[in-house]
Each structure stands twice: as C-alpha cells, then as structure tokens.
C-alpha cells in the first residue's frame, strides 16, 4: 500500500547544519524562529533581479529564484535570519523537485513528507507545495504532510512482517531470562 521509492542526503540534517555553519544559531527551534521572521531576497537572486521583472518567454514571475544566494557574492546587506529562510527555501525547492519527478516516473498522485524537519513546519510546507504546483502547472500530483508521524516507522515495520517470507525473517535473539538480562 505504499513504497519508499526515492531518498536524498538534502533534508533536515543539511538545512540544521549549513544554518548552524553559516548563522551560528544552534537549536532548530531558534532557527525556526529565525526563518519565520527573515527575507531571502536579500540573499537570493530572483527572476525579476535579473530580467527586470518577469521573464514571460519561460513563464516566470519576477519573485522566482534564480539563484540561492546569488546576491551574497556583492556583499549585500542581510541578516542571519535572511539566511535561514534562504537555506529554507533552498532545501525545500529541491526536495520538492526530486520528489515530483518521481512522482512523475512512478505514476503516483501524491508524495508523503513526514519527519523531524517536516513536522509543523508550515513554511517548508508552503515552499514545497508551491515547487509542485509550479513544476506540474497544477496537475493532480500533490505532496501531504504528517504532522504526527512518530508510529510510522513501527507501523511500517509491522505491516511489513506479514509481507516478508517467513524464509527471509530473521528472529531477534532471546536477551532476557527469568532473573534478568542474560550476559
């Protein structure tokens, strides 16, 4: 009933550590409220930056990026906050592209987002379904987010046992006896 079909090493643990690489700001919950409140544009270069608006001919609107901190090389004004949203924005677009794609290649309607960085995360939600409305043109693929997905590796793991041949299960060794942990 469902498949992994794709995984990337762009995710949370990227976007956690270039942020604390490039801000210094440590907890996720700081960076959180750092990205809530910071402008990308002041570190991005978007469409309009370069065209001087929209770039109709490819269907672009001025407020696409271009290029993720492509200002930072002419020594712009920003704020570690404006870097937080960029970087946000950044890994977003890109899972949002990889799993469009295959969404495409595996003929699926929608794409499941769940973890750590997904959860609550409203921001990453809207950069990630803006990614596929804007590469389907509004097609019926669609991403969801699970905001309680802490059971869904166990629920995993236990609906596949019964899809396993029992040829190919292998039994957990017995580490408990009557008085204790067995040594």
């Known amino acids: 009933w469902w498949n992994l079909q794709i995984g990337t090493s762009l995710g949370g643990g990227t976007f956690l550590g270039l942020c604390r690489g490039l801000t210094g700001i440590e907890s996720f919950d700081e960076i959180k409220a750092s990205y809530k409140s910071g402008d990308n544009t002041s570190v991005d270069l978007l469409v309009g930056d370069i065209y001087g608006g929209d770039y109709a001919a490819m269907g672009l609107s001025a407020d696409v990026i271009a290029s993720s901190f492509g200002k930072m090389h002419a020594g712009t004004d920003y704020k570690p906050a404006d870097v937080t949203r960029s970087l946000l924005r950044m890994v977003s677009n890109n899972i949002a592209q990889l799993a469009y794609l295959n969404a495409l290649v595996h003929k699926v309607h929608y794409v499941m987002f769940t973890g750590y960085f997904v959860r609550?995360?409203?921001?990453?939600?809207?950069?990630?379904?803006?990614?596929f409305d804007f590469w389907s043109h509004g097609s019926v693929i669609g991403p969801m987010f699970v905001s309680v997905d802490g059971f869904l590796g166990a629920m995993g793991a236990f609906v596949h046992q019964f899809e396993t041949p029992t040829s190919q299960m292998v039994e957990a060794p017995n580490t408990l006896n009557a008085d204790g942990p067995m040594e």
Do not use: A, D, K, L
């Open 120 to 131: 609550n995360n409203e921001p990453m939600w809207h950069t990630i379904s803006y990614g």
